[in-house]
């Protein structure tokens, strides 16, 4: 099968972030295509819209087929200037609102940002509050402050700890830690020995690694040519960490081909965690 261009729009009266993230989880199942993404938020005015139907219809004319448009537009004469440019639309409200209007026997408040807002103000000052969390323990400072961590994530360097922990603040409003492994610890701990300001938390720990060809990639990508970067210290590193985890029965995840927000979702689901946001 050849490979198609496409041009995708996103399109929404407040950030976007809805249209786009459930669009994108439905083009990930459609292989051969190469999208080009356009963006428009705060699409709030008529003439807004004119002028991204204009865009859209020029992107038509320059691929040859219509663009498809996912929309989470809420005001019907904003929609309707975009129903008419050559596209094929796919409206999130559209979809659903009818049909849980009708379970729920009430209308819909046709009120913008509220999935992204500050209605729920103690969710936000949770999400606040773990993402200072995350910063202020990352890369194993503060390890007095250990104790108050929901979850240490624990692994040798460029294993992913920081981007997760950072994950796990923002979308879940977990409290995350994490404490690098590195070649000092392995060198004075050949018997893969934890080190021993993670003993009293051991309970808390949950490892990540990945393939020592990935790291070794990773590590390149930073520190080309460096011993450090080299495959056999990967090899090495990755081989001890693998043991300290399965002498201390910490639980790990393999990381290697799976993204940030995979690796969160499972280390909750493994750990019993739960989102302490929009609660």
Known sequence: MSEQKRTVFYLSDRTGITAETLGHSLLTQFDNITWETVNAPFLDSVEKAGAVREQIDRAAER????????????????????????????????????????????????????????????????????????????DGVNPRNFDAAEIILTGVSRSGKTPTCLYLGLQYGIAAANYPLTPDDMRANQAATLPEVLQPVKAKLFGLTLSAAQLHFIRSERRPGSQYASLAQCAQEIEWQESLFQRYYIPFLDTTRISIEEISAIILNRSGLKRRLYG
């Open 63 to 138: 691929d040859g087929c219509r663009p498809l448009v996912f929309s989470t537009l809420l005001r019907p004469e904003i929609l309707e200037v975009i129903k008419q440019a050559d596209c094929r639309i796919f409206d999130f409200f559209e979809t659903f609102i009818r049909s849980i209007e009708e379970e729920l026997h009430q209308p819909f408040a046709r009120m913008a940002g509220r999935s992204h807002g500050l209605q729920h103000h103690l969710s936000y000052f949770k999400r606040i509050a773990a993402i200072n969390y995350v910063l202020a323990h990352d």
